[in-house]
């Protein structure tokens, strides 16, 4: 890709828009920086350009003439490719790609990709630790798990790793990135307020192993049989992974243990020797080993790196005990598949905490999931009537509502006797309330402290 005195527009003002820019302008491009929220602050916006140099930024409305000097659009993962000003770009025969396709360009190395709907951020960051453990220091650990793929591209080597976290956003807007290894975990519906259609966003999730060639690796989740249809259209190698059934090739699990089969059978470990627990979790590992195996990894590092990971930040995080009551951090259970997940881990009477932006989901089968552990849910943010509306038609009534998230969480401690346990698992994404959910998780963390 040749952007040199180019002029380059990157919409989006946030991480991946910052990493964009400074990417383009290390190779000659000229940037304009736009962003459609017209009360920004133009000038916090440059102190996060630092060392980028000259860049020109629009906020609110872009002008018709502004188009007429495009070469290139970048856009940011938050950016739905739908927008009309993103359609007239189209028209106009202005090439637009997303922040991974920019990165993917420049950068150099090896990319293992992870996308699913649950269990990217687990999968990824095990993933990542077993390849800094074969690899050290060059491995990159990138995505939407925090890191924007775009501010490290430009430090990467022939010799390096990124292990990236691609959502259904990333991936949507991509051209010719081609992980070598990639891994689809899991579909349930997820953000249909911007794909509008299940199919629309499993297609997206599909588009990671669109360019992969038969010298490449996908793992895919045998027990989704869409998956299973998916793959016989594929050019790569495919892998699977089942946490229900013995496969002739790939890995799944075998009573207790994890078994890795490609040529001969290989013992990984035993689901007891793990610090991470559940199903959902056993999956997880069960993609990573998989991935790094077919990487080339020796089974010694895969397996004594399994063994010691004690899972992520805001994902079924034990918190602390006050008085008796255990307080558990899942604000990353954005969604109703993955709020189940934290429901099914709870082992004792639980006050749960739901509710935050609307993602256009349906949430009876989550309430459905409580199975009499949840003695009272307290719903605040945007979704809360919504909630409550298919709790009643569900048949689950001990619910209250909280004007404020700290009110939700007092309220919370006040219900909670010992031996009960409080969990943040909203089934809803923190916007609105919060600008994301680590966010959302380190106020629950705070507050939960100050007790």
Not at 36 to 47: I, P
Not at 232 to 247: A, D, I, W
Not at 309 to 320: D, L, W
Not at 388 to 400: I, M, P, Q, S, Y
Request: charged content about 25%; glycine content about 8%.
């Amino acid at each position: 890709m040749e952007t040199t005195e180019k002029q380059v527009l990157v919409f989006g003002s946030g991480k991946s828009g910052i990493g964009s820019v400074k990417l383009l302008k290390r190779h000659g491009a000229d940037v304009i920086l736009y962003d459609g929220n017209e009360k920004l602050d133009e000038e916090k916006v440059r102190e996060n350009l630092e060392e980028a140099g000259k860049v020109r930024i629009i906020l609110g409305k872009l002008e018709e003439e502004v188009l007429e000097e495009l070469s290139l659009v970048v856009l940011s993962p938050g950016v739905p490719t739908d927008l009309p000003l993103i359609l007239k770009m189209r028209e106009r025969g202005i090439p637009v790609i997303g922040e991974v396709e920019l990165a993917y360009e420049y950068g150099k190395g090896s990319v293992l990709a992870i996308t699913g709907t649950n269990g990217k951020t687990t999968t990824t960051t095990l993933l990542g630790e077993i390849m800094k453990n074969y690899r050290g220091r060059d491995v990159f650990v990138v995505g939407n798990i925090g890191n924007p793929y775009t501010a490290v591209a430009g430090q990467m080597t022939e010799n390096s790793i990124a292990v990236a976290e691609m959502s259904s956003f990333q991936l949507e807007s991509i051209v010719s990135f081609r992980p070598h290894v990639s891994a689809i975990l899991n579909y349930t519906p997820d953000h249909l307020n911007r794909h509008h259609t299940m199919e629309a966003y499993i297609a997206a999730k599909e588009n990671i192993a669109r360019n992969q060639t038969e010298d490449d690796f996908c793992i895919l989740n045998y027990e989704e049989e869409i998956m299973r249809e998916f793959a016989k259209n594929l050019k790569c190698q495919v892998l699977y992974f089942s946490s229900r059934r013995k496969l002739e090739k790939g890995i799944y699990l075998d009573g207790n243990d994890i078994i890795y089969r490609n040529q001969e059978e290989v013992p990984v470990c035993s689901i007891k020797e793990l610090q991470i627990l559940g199903t959902h979790n056993y999956e997880n590992v069960m993609a990573a080993v998989c991935m790094a195996a077919v990487y080339g990894v020796p089974m010694e590092i895969i397996r004594e790196t399994v063994k010691s990971f004690k899972g992520v930040e805001h994902r079924i995080e034990y918190v602390t005990e006050k008085k008796g009551v255990a307080y558990y951090n899942d604000s990353k259970g954005t969604n109703p598949d993955a709020a189940i997940k934290g429901i099914q881990a709870m082992n004792r009477p639980t006050v749960l905490l739901g509710g935050g932006y609307d993602k256009d989901s349906e949430y009876t089968q989550w309430i459905n999931s409580f199975d009499g552990k949840v003695k009272k849910l307290i719903l605040m943010g945007k979704t809360r009537e919504k909630i409550a509306a298919d709790a009643e038609k569900c048949g689950f009534l001990d619910f209250d509502f909280a004007d404020t998230f700290e009110e939700a969480v007092y309220m919370a401690a006040d219900l909670a006797e010992p031996g009960d346990a409080v969990l943040l698992s909203p089934a809803c994404a923190s916007w609105g309330m919060f600008p994301n959910y680590e966010v959302r998780g380190e106020k629950f963390k705070e507050i939960v402290n100050s007790l």
